[in-house]
């Protein structure tokens, strides 16, 4: 507000004022003050009050949520995310802690995670420094440039009963199923099998949402670590005649059975990625060099025989 304007005033209320105001200075500024506030409060620019949104009682926000529930049972909801890698066998994964239930409790089925995770990291421990597919396994991972941290990359884990082990890609570790994979065997075969998975994708370019990439791999795995006459009799496999024909369908069952087990495709699906990628994923051999028999001295000479490959010794 200008000067001239302020003494304007001033002199209006001057004249205004009753006699006694006029006499006393004091009162005489305590209303002009007064009214010059009142001016300024005017003349100034009004600002725009942002209104708070009305409150939702307790009853509204029920029925909302009974709506989304009932728009997402017809389809018409928001659409989850497909889970990245098909079925979720391994929950420890994705952050969800196990819990037991009562029930398997007092049958003795549950309730010994923490026992059971000492015994598993036990034998993976014996296994690494024993095992001697294991061994080579470890040493051919440091050749290619993948060392394995016991800590980092193995990590013993509940999951669904029927898997006993898995390698995951986005973590790069090897998952031990503590409560399947019990005795010292079996998780050598675990360690063994999910090793060629984590040298192939050390190796290759593997992309384990392709199914002809997860079929190579599982076809390996099977190949080098698991089938043999006394495990494709087991599966039905086995024949006297043709001892040949037999591992070759040894090998289709266990791969065809494992993609199924880890992906959401059909079994046809499944049957016609093994086929498309068998002949070239049989006859590899890389890093064991041979398929193993039972009850032989296989795995030692493999283990001794890799570093004529150029595979470190672990």
Not at 226 to 245: R, T, V, W
Not at 299 to 305: D, S, T
Request: glycine share 6%; aromatic share 8%.
């Amino acid at each position: 507000m200008h000067r001239e304007h302020c003494l304007a005033i001033v002199a209006t209320l001057a004249k205004q004022l009753p006699v006694y105001y006029s006499t006393n200075p004091r009162i005489t500024k305590i209303i002009i003050m007064g009214f010059l506030t009142k001016v300024a409060a005017k003349a100034a620019p009004t600002t725009e009050t942002t209104q708070s949104p009305p409150a939702i009682s307790v009853n509204e926000k029920k029925e909302a949520q009974t709506n989304a529930k009932e728009e997402e049972l017809n389809g018409n909801g928001p659409k989850k995310e497909p889970k990245e890698w098909g079925y979720d066998l391994y929950p420890e994964r994705r952050g969800e802690a196990f819990k037991p239930k009562w029930s398997r409790i007092l049958l003795g089925l549950e309730g010994r995670e923490s026992i059971d995770r000492y015994k598993c990291e036990e034998n993976v421990y014996w296994c690494v420094k024993n095992g001697p597919l294991v061994k080579l396994m470890m040493g051919a991972l440091r050749s290619s440039g993948c060392p394995i941290d016991l800590r980092r990359h193995i990590s013993c884990e509940v999951c669904d009963p029927t898997v006993t082990g898995g390698y995951d890609p986005v973590l790069n570790q090897i998952v031990v199923c503590q409560n399947m994979a019990r005795n010292r065997s079996m998780v050598h075969g675990v360690l063994t099998h999910e090793m060629i998975h984590m040298f192939d994708y050390c190796n290759n370019d593997l992309d384990f949402k392709n199914v002809d990439h997860l079929a190579c791999t599982e076809i390996r795995a099977a190949n080098l670590a698991h089938c043999s006459f006394l495990s494709a009799m087991f599966q039905g496999d086995a024949s006297p005649f043709n001892i040949k024909e037999a591992h070759q369908n040894c090998v289709k069952s266990k791969a065809l059975a494992s993609v199924l087990a880890v992906r959401n495709v059909s079994r046809q699906d499944a049957i016609d990625a093994v086929e498309r990628v068998f002949p070239k994923c049989y006859n590899d051999l890389e890093p064991i060099g041979r398929r193993i028999r039972r009850n032989s001295t296989d795995q030692q000479k493999a283990y001794m025989e890799g570093p004529m490959y150029g595979y470190d010794v672990y």
